[in-house]
Every structure is written in C-alpha cells, then in structure tokens.
C-alpha cells in the first residue's frame, strides 16, 4: 500500500511496520525447507538401507563375508 500524503508519522510507521513483517513472513516461507520424510533418523543412506530392508542387508554382508573369507582361502 502507498501511505497517504495525510497520515500521519505514527500511522506511516505501522503501516510499514505491518509490510516489513509480512515479507520476513513471506522470506521465512520460501527459505524454510518443507518439512521431508528422509531427514529423520537415520541420516545415512547406508543405514537407511540396512534399517529399512533388515533381509536383504543380511544377505549382501553375508555375501560380501563369503567372498572376503573364500579369498583368503583360496590363495593359501
């Protein structure tokens, strides 16, 4: 809004006052992230993974033992 050339000091102030607020309001908006699901506990890819598919993590660490403990037997 454009101040009236007769308000007074008081009134100009207020009404600016009310502006500068709403746009901090607006700015506050367009800056706060919206809220994600993701970014909860656990923060990790690697632990959201072995959280959320308990199975399947079993059987690739077993998988990744397997092949570690079976090379090691091969070179002896």
Not at 2 to 15: F, K, Q, T, V, Y
Not at 44 to 63: H, K, N, Y
Request: aromatic share 6%.
């Amino acid at each position: 809004m454009i101040p009236i050339a007769g308000a007074s000091l008081a009134e100009r102030r207020l009404e600016l006052r009310a502006r500068l607020q709403a746009q901090r309001g607006q700015i506050m908006r367009q800056l706060d992230p919206a809220p994600a699901t993701d970014s909860d506990y656990p923060r990790s890819m690697t632990m959201r993974f072995l959280v959320r598919r308990p199975a399947l993590a079993a059987r690739l660490l077993a998988g990744i033992a397997t092949l570690l403990v079976g090379a090691r037997f091969f070179r002896s």
